[in-house]
């Protein structure tokens, strides 16, 4: 009986996250971590070398799951939508750039997987999406100038890509 307590406490505790509200209509927290890009090299990326571009900065827990891999492909397989509308998708998990090199190269994924440090989190601590275990699924939509206009906090893979689409033709 205290097994299934302590088991249902530390998953409501999993599930707690702080409001990230405040981060709509201001800039994107910048940041620089190691990142596999879709040549499948290892560098560092600074979020800061990608403004003035339309951005998806997409949060997932962990490569290889089943929520996040099925979310990874729906993105590689709609990635021309995108891309037609000069949107850029940087995916970004606390998976390491092992893993990360990994599940692109499994999966084919033609866009660039960040790492943030499992210990320190540091970008998921800026995007306030941080929980007791691991990140929550979280997508965040960045204008040209680099502010956060939209952020989608529960995500529908299969229709995740054409909201994107909308919001950012809404946001003109």
Known sequence: MKFKYLFFCIMLISHISYSDDNLLCKAAPLFTAQAVFPDGTIKKFDLKDFIGQKLVLYFYPMDNTPGCTKQAKNFRDNIQKLKDQGITL?????????????????????????????????????????????????????DACGNIFKKFDHVNIEEQVDEILKAFKKNK
Do not use: E
Request: charged content about 30%; some cysteine; overall charge positive.
């Open 90 to 142: 940087i995916g970004i998990s606390c998976d390491s750039i092992k893993s990360h090199k990994n599940f692109q190269k499994k999966y084919a994924l033609p866009y660039i997987l960040v790492s943030d440090s499992r210990r320190k989190r540091t970008i998921l601590k800026k995007y306030k999406i941080n929980t007791f275990f691991m990140s929550k699924r979280r997508t965040f939509l960045v």
